[in-house]
């Protein structure tokens, strides 16, 4: 029987082992510092009733949606039963309105988990990808300074992440409204087609932007555009000049004073939680869910990336779950693509994959003498350090060999003249030297150089 | 508009979030041991082609599997293209057969996802739970001292799961066979209709098994089927015990005899292993995936809940990826039903719930003191502690109250008057006690009590 080729679907990040060492790495690095902020875990099921994932009828979404049948349930024409998430805020709104009464509230969660979507093939474009949120559900209200935490942790992360210079970007939709509102531009649906038009100016350039929105159906006055041109090219530089740009519409009052206010507020306490002022910025461009986010809104740029676009997202909403519950649960959050985000770190030749989750290699030198080998195993993995043993006989060149190709850092070598001297010889393949260490110090020794080198990496 | 009534599908198991900080603890810890052995991390998409995934026609795992569709490809009769895996096996074989040039040999990987089976909805059944897999797949061949690594490897991730005793049981798919072929039972498929019958000991009795195997279609005379009632009733207590066992076994030459001298080999490297001898027995009657394995098989029974079945079962295979590839792929490997075993020891009391992956509380004394609570909150997560800020005002009894549901173990209290002696008042919940200690000292005097915890629980 000739074979069946071995693929998967289009569209998906699989990874040697190498590279999922370094892509765990992210995941957990990103998970610590959820953690440390005192979110808690949570997941749910990949599949979900297609009623509660699809509230909302018919548009791009649905189209993207996988849907799931047991082999017994394939019909024609009926909506099947069962769909995988395309996200993880549909899933949460879900969760917290069916555990309302057993969370507390404000409720503070992470999730990290595979979310699908049906997209179409297209390189960079991934049809099963990691996302990892963070949200707090307030019921009833959510102070505005949980939207303060929210750039304090993914300031940790991506520091964490040791991936560069980075700006975290704030704005504010009351802001944007208030200020639309100000030019005459009431109407929150118009308003919402022209942010997105403005939304283009990256792609299209400042010129083409303008000319559409004096065009019809916009048809909006010169002196207009250049006001608005002019407001979304707002950025600024260092704490002091934020508050600065923020101080003239706060005093305007109206929802766009109530907007600046609440940044002035969010910006005070990202700063009183550590975060340098040349790590985040005002940027009135942002505008991010047009329909979904109601106040602060965050994006975060690679300062040399910036082709990669924002690598964290995400802002302040009414009401998480009005279609699961009557109760009101407002609340803010973020998500990180993560596969998407090591995808692009790889393409930029950011990823390290040269060093395995294995740190020793205990070789063979003789065949007879393989349980002290296994002992020997014995002891180092029991203090905690990750451990294989050459099983079957090889040439001791070729054992180093596979280690260095592994990524295996340090062998271990146990002969009759080293147990005789109560000894372990070891060859560190990353610095080229071999020493021996007593055998009751090897596990310590060891243990402090792989912490030595995991600090030196920035963790 | 009436809300939707919040649910998932039957069959998953959904946990409140200090449920999933006990059942994330388990993958954790599953996790550090696999990796201490120096398995890889391998994950895989969870849809596959239907093509690979379905390489056997029909039968009972087709009717299980969950296919998959997007919108846009719902159609009638065709067999969809996309399916979700319903073991990480064949994913695996997948995948090293897809990968082949690119691996290292023996490829030891570890996998901890999530697999889905279109299961009839039954307590303690799911149709979404998570597998945590090990295997060493070797290329051409691979030595029978792998198979001794296996029950080293459960023995740690049991021990460090701290579930009580267990027993890791072995027993060699040669030896069985060997004994059917000394009783004149040489036809495999016989074979295997007997263990099949044999398989049914517990829940029939021993004498409803000795009944039917005296009957049709198997009318074995009454002799033999003593003989293979003795033979699958074999335990061993104690390393020798085992060995005398097999002695006369391995005397017998044949195919019996060469399982018999596995076995052997397998125990003296467990014993090497460091696995004490109270933790591991032969077990004649453990038959296993009757068509897949051919040597080692494994089954690992808590000693205090027999009821609960095998909580890790494996064993040795000729062939991982045949449909994939025409290179002989031989391996060995084992897995946990994460979520099953969590259910299974939740509902035998066995999981605690009680703490919060957040350590301190830093409470809110005076609104108008907020930058101090958060800068104290900054250190502590510099310092790796878990931290949460009370943000919005609240009576202080209230906030211990809130700690104290929501398993937070300290309370930190930064007012005037430690501010003034730079100290932090700290309230220990689980202690009830409350004490002073300098700033520079809190992060460190409190990871030292939470490692001292961890280390009470066992980790």
């Known amino acids: 029987m000739s074979p069946i080729k071995p693929r998967t679907m289009p569209g998906v990040l699989e990874l040697l082992p190498l590279e999922q060492i370094a892509f765990q790495g992210m995941l957990d690095t990103i998970r610590r510092q959820f953690e440390r902020f005192g979110f808690l875990p949570v997941e749910t099921p990949a599949i979900e009733l297609s009623d509660i994932l699809l509230t909302k009828s018919g548009g791009e979404t649905e189209r993207q949606v996988y849907f799931v049948q047991s082999t017994g349930s394939l019909r024609q024409g009926d909506r099947p039963e069962l769909a995988l998430r395309f996200d993880l805020t549909v899933p949460l709104a879900r969760y917290v309105a069916q555990h309302e009464h057993e969370l507390g509230f404000p409720f503070r969660r992470y999730q990290i988990q595979r979310v699908y979507r049906g997209e179409s093939a297209q390189r960079g474009r991934f049809r099963e990808f990691y996302q990892c949120d963070i949200d707090v559900i307030g019921k009833d209200r959510l102070s505005i300074r949980y939207d303060a935490e929210m750039p304090a942790v993914i300031h940790a992360v991506f520091k964490d992440l040791a991936v560069g210079p980075f700006t975290i970007e704030l704005n504010n939709r009351k802001l944007i409204r208030g200020f639309f509102e100000s030019l005459g531009i009431g109407d929150p649906e118009r308003q919402t087609l022209v942010l997105r038009e403005v939304d283009k100016l990256d792609k299209r350039g400042r010129e083409a932007v303008a000319a559409t929105l004096a065009a019809e159906p916009f048809a909006l006055a010169s002196s207009v555009v250049e006001r608005i041109m002019a407001f979304v090219a707002t950025r600024s530089s260092g704490h002091d000049d934020a508050l600065a740009r923020l101080a003239p519409l706060e005093a305007a009052g109206g929802t766009l004073g109530e907007g600046a206010a609440e940044l002035r507020e969010v910006l005070a306490m990202v700063r009183a939680l550590g975060v340098p002022e040349s790590d985040y910025a005002i940027n009135f461009s942002i505008a991010r869910g047009l329909d979904y986010y109601t106040g602060t809104v965050y994006e975060t740029k690679l300062d040399d990336y910036p082709q990669i676009g924002s690598v964290c997202s995400g802002g302040r909403y009414e009401n998480l779950a009005s279609h699961y519950t009557n109760s009101r ?59 294989e043993v050459q099983l079957e006989p090889r040439k001791l060149a070729r054992q180093f060999q596979y280690a260095d190709k592994a990524g295996i850092r340090f062998v271990a070598m146990l002969g009759p003249d080293e147990r005789a001297k109560g000894v372990v010889a070891v060859k560190d393949l990353r610095r080229g030297e071999q020493f021996e260490v007593a055998r009751q110090e090897l596990a310590k020794t060891l243990r402090v150089e792989l912490e030595q080198a995991a600090a030196m990496r920035g963790r």
């Not at 770190?345 to 994959?353: F, K, P, S, V, Y």
């Open 329 to 387: 649960l407002p609340g803010v959050g973020i998500s990180i693509g993560a596969t998407r985000l090591f995808w692009q770190l790889r393409e930029a030749g950011l990823i390290r994959t040269a060093e395995s989750s294995v740190a020793v290699l205990v070789a063979q030198l003789d065949e007879s003498d393989l349980t002290h080998y296994l002992g020997l195993a014995n002891e180092l993995r029991r203090a905690g350090i990750a451990t």
